[in-house]
C-alpha cells in the first residue's frame, strides 16, 4: 500500500485525537470546532483532513483495495467496482427525517388517519435523541476524514460550502469526483458559515441480524438521515449508499438547498440541465426534472437523431436557478460528477454515457467480466460471448439467470469533464440562461408523449401533479404509479404547500421572463405493453417541436390538459420505427377522470389547507376540460 507523502509524524491534535496529514493552522476557527465536537462524540482513531490531491485519492483507492471494499477493473483506465453490503443499496425514504421547531414548516398536515407522503418530520429533541443513540464512539479505531466541499465552482456566488465529516473512505473518494473538494474550499470559505455533514457507515448492535462483512461496514437496522434547515445542519448514519452518504447531493443540494433557496428567492430542483443547438445555430438551455430513473442522465446527454441539432451536458441531476437583474432565469449545477444510473445505459441509449463513464469512474454493484470490466443488464451487445460474470453479489452469473446481473439501481461515478458533450459554459459562474421547463414521468398509461402549460400558474399546477411508476432508485419495490410532485417528493425540505407558493410567487419577480413549461413522457405503453415512442435519441423530435413552439411558431392545439402538437406540426422524417401517433397523443376520457379523481384525493389528503388556492383552480379548470372530452 502507497504511503501517502503528505502524512508527517509530529501529530497535532483536535481534542485527544492526531490530526493525520495538515495542520490546524489551515482550519477556519468554525471548522476548527465542529471538527472537534464531531470527533468528542464518535470518538475516532485519528483525523485525516481532505486536500483533494491526486496523491490523496491514490492514497484512498489503495486503502479501499486493501480493505476489498474496491477492485480494480483493469479493462479500463482508473476505475473500480465497489460491491455494497446487500442491505444497503437505495436511498432510505422512510427512514429520511427533516427536523424543525413546527411540524408545519417541514410537512402538510395530512387528513385525519391518512399517512404523510411528503416528506417525514422529527422534533429537534427526538432528532437529538436519535443523535445519541448512534454516534457517540461509533468511529471507534477508523479514521475521521473531513471534506471541505463546494456545490457549484468554488467562488461563484450561486455557489455553497458544506464540511462533510465521515468514516468511510469510499465516500471521500466519491465526494472528491461529484463536488469540488479540497484546500481551495477551505481558503473561499474563511470563517464563515458552512453546512455541517456529519455522516458515519455506523457500528451495529451486537444482535444485529444482517449480515456485515468488514469490507463494507454498515448498520441498515439503525439507519436514519436527518436534517436540520435552520441551522443548516445533515447528520446521517448506518449507510455508505450515495443518496444517503454522499451528503453533498440529495441531503444539501435539494433538502438543505430548497430550504435556503425558499429564503433566499430561488429554486433548487431534481432538475438536469442541457443545451440544445437548433439547426439554424441559436441556442437554448432546457431545464428537466424527472424522477428517479426516469431518463435525466439520459436526456442530459441525447445524441440527437434529427439533422443538424447538436445537444450538450451542464448536469444531470440537479439545478439551482435564480433570475438575474434582467429577469433571466439562471441555472447552475451545482455537481462535479455523474452519479448514473447503470443499467439500461448501452451504445445505443445513451452513447455518451458510455464515452464518459470507462475513465477514472467508481461503479457501485454493477457485475463484472472476467476481462476485467463491467456488465449490466443492457450491456450484452457490448461484451463478448465468452467473457464470464460475477454479479453485483460477488456471486458466478451465467446469461438467463433470473436475477439480474447488476443490482437495478447500481450506478456509475463519473467526474463532469470525462464527458464528450459537455457544455463549454457549464462552470460559468453567472449559470445559463434557462428558455424551457419540462416535467416528466414513467406513464404506462393516458398521458400524452408531449403537451405544454397554457401558463406559469397552470405550469406549476403540471409539476405538482406529476406522477410515475415507482423505480429501483429508492426503497418501493412494486410497479406502481405514484404521486412525485416536481420530482421532488423524496427531496423537499419544507412543506410542500409553502413550496408551491414560492414557484407561484415567481411570475412577482420584476421583469421576470417565465420559462415556458411542458410536459413529456416517453414511457406510454400499447395495449401489448410495448412501448409507443422509441424514445432516447428520437426524444430530439420532441425538443424539436418545443423550440419551434417557443419561436411562436403556429404548431400548437389547445386541449384538455394543455398545448397539444397540431396535426402534422411533429417532424417525423425518417423515424426508423413506425409509431402510432394518434394513440400516442390521445386524451382517454375515463382515464383522464380517474387522474383528476387521483389528484384531488391526493391533494385533500396529503396537502390540504396547505394548497395554494391557484392549484385548485387549476385542478377545478381541468375537471371542467375533462367532463367536456
Ligand atoms: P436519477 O439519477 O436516479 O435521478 O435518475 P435519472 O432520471 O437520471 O434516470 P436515468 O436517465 O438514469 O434513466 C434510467 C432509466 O430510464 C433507464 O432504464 C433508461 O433505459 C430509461 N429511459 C431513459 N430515457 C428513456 C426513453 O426515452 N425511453 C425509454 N423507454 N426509456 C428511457
Ligand atoms: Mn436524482
Ligand atoms: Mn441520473
Known amino acids: 500500500v502507497a504511503k501517502n507523502p503528505s502524512i508527517n509524524n509530529n501529530y497535532e491534535y483536535i481534542g485527544k485525537i492526531p490530526l493525520l496529514n495538515s495542520s490546524t493552522k489551515s482550519l477556519p476557527p468554525k471548522v476548527y470546532s465542529y471538527i472537534e465536537e464531531c470527533a468528542s462524540l464518535c470518538c475516532p482513531k485519528d483525523i485525516f483532513i481532505c486536500d483533494g490531491s491526486d496523491t490523496e485519492y491514490e492514497h484512498l483507492l489503495n486503502f ?36 424543525t421547531e413546527c411540524k408545519r414548516d417541514t410537512i402538510p398536515i395530512p387528513r385525519e388517519g391518512v399517512t404523510g407522503e411528503l416528506g417525514n418530520w422529527i422534533s429537534p429533541k ?4 436519535a443523535i445519541l443513540e448512534r454516534f457517540p464512539g461509533c468511529m471507534k479505531d477508523r479514521t475521521m476524514y473531513v471534506i471541505p466541499f463546494s456545490m457549484g465552482p468554488v467562488g461563484s456566488s450561486f455557489s455553497k460550502i458544506g464540511i462533510e465529516i465521515t468514516d468511510s473512505a469510499y465516500v471521500v473518494c466519491c465526494m472528491r469526483i461529484m463536488t469540488r473538494i479540497g484546500k481551495k474550499v477551505l481558503e473561499t470559505l474563511g470563517n464563515d458559515d458552512f453546512v455541517k455533514c456529519l455522516h458515519s457507515v455506523g457500528v451495529p448492535k451486537r444482535d444485529s441480524k444482517i449480515e456485515i462483512n468488514s469490507s463494507w461496514p454498515c448498520d441498515p437496522e439503525r439507519t436514519i438521515i436527518l436534517h436540520r434547515p435552520d441551522k443548516n445542519e445533515i447528520v446521517s448514519y448506518g449507510s455508505g449508499y450515495g443518496g444517503n452518504s454522499l451528503l453533498g447531493k440529495k441531503c444539501f443540494a435539494l433538502r438543505i438547498g430548497s430550504t435556503i433557496a425558499k429564503d433566499e428567492g430561488w429554486l433548487a430542483e431534481h432538475m438536469l440541465i442541457l443545451a440544445i443547438t437548433d439547426p439554424k445555430g441559436r441556442k437554448r438551455y432546457i431545464t428537466a426534472a424527472f424522477p428517479s430513473a426516469c431518463g435525466k442522465t439520459n436526456l442530459a446527454m441525447l445524441k440527437p437523431t434529427l439533422p443538424g441539432y447538436k445537444i450538450e451536458c451542464v448536469g444531470d441531476d440537479i439545478a439551482w436557478m435564480r433570475f438575474d437583474q434582467e429577469g433571466r432565469l439562471r441555472a447552475i449545477n451545482p455537481e462535479n460528477g455523474f452519479f448514473g444510473v447503470a443499467p439500461g445505459t448501452n451504445c445505443i441509449t445513451n452513447p455518451n454515457a458510455m464515452k464518459t463513464i470507462f475513465k477514472n469512474t467508481i461503479f457501485t454493484n454493477v457485475a463484472a467480466t472476467s476481462d476485467g470490466g463491467v456488465f449490466w443488464e443492457g450491456m450484452e451487445e457490448e461484451i463478448s460471448d465468452d467473457v464470464e460474470i460475477t454479479d453485483w453479489r460477488g456471486k458466478k452469473w451465467t446469461r438467463g439467470s433470473k436475477t439480474p446481473a447488476a443490482h437495478p439501481n447500481s450506478r456509475f461515478c463519473t467526474p463532469i469533464k470525462e464527458c464528450p458533450v459537455i457544455d463549454p459554459d457549464w462552470e460559468d459562474s453567472a449559470g445559463v440562461p434557462i428558455d424551457v421547463i419540462l416535467f416528466g414521468g414513467r406513464r404506462p398509461e393516458g398521458i400524452p408523449l408531449i403537451y405544454q402549460a397554457r401558463n406559469w400558474q397552470h405550469g406549476v399546477f403540471i409539476g405538482a401533479s406529476m406522477r410515475s411508476e415507482a423505480t429501483a432508485a429508492a426503497e418501493h419495490t412494486d410497479k406502481v404509479i405514484m404521486h412525485d410532485p416536481f420530482a421532488m ?8 404547500g409553502h413550496y408551491l407558493n414560492h414557484w407561484l410567487s415567481m411570475t412577482e419577480v420584476k421583469n421576470a421572463k417565465l420559462p415556458a413549461i411542458f410536459h413529456v413522457n416517453w414511457f406510454r405503453k400499447n395495449a401489448d405493453g410495448k412501448y409507443l415512442w422509441p424514445g432516447f435519441g428520437e426524444n430530439s423530435r420532441v425538443l424539436d417541436w418545443i423550440l419551434r413552439r417557443i419561436d411562436g411558431e403556429d404548431v400548437a392545439v ?66 371542467c376540460n375533462v367532463d367536456k372530452l
Open 126 to 129: 427526538d432528532m437529538d435523541k
Open 64 to 99: 479501499l483495495e486493501k480493505n476489498g471494499t474496491i477492485s480494480p477493473l483493469p479493462k479500463y483506465e482508473n476505475c473500480w467496482l465497489a460491491r455494497t453490503n446487500p442491505a444497503d443499496v437505495a436511498r432510505v425514504e422512510k427512514r429520511t427525517f427533516i427536523s
Open 558 to 623: 389547445d386541449s384538455a390538459v394543455g398545448l397539444l402538437p397540431k396535426l402534422g406540426s411533429f417532424n417525423l422524417e425518417n423515424l426508423s420505427k413506425d409509431v402510432n401517433m394518434e394513440e400516442l397523443f390521445s386524451l382517454p376520457k375515463s382515464f383522464w377522470e380517474k387522474e383528476v379523481c387521483h389528484l384531488r384525493e391526493y391533494f385533500d389528503m396529503q396537502v390540504g389547507d396547505d394548497l395554494p388556492a391557484a392549484i385548485r383552480e387549476e385542478l377545478e379548470l381541468l375537471a
Open 489 to 496: 417528493r423524496p427531496f423537499f425540505g419544507y412543506n410542500f
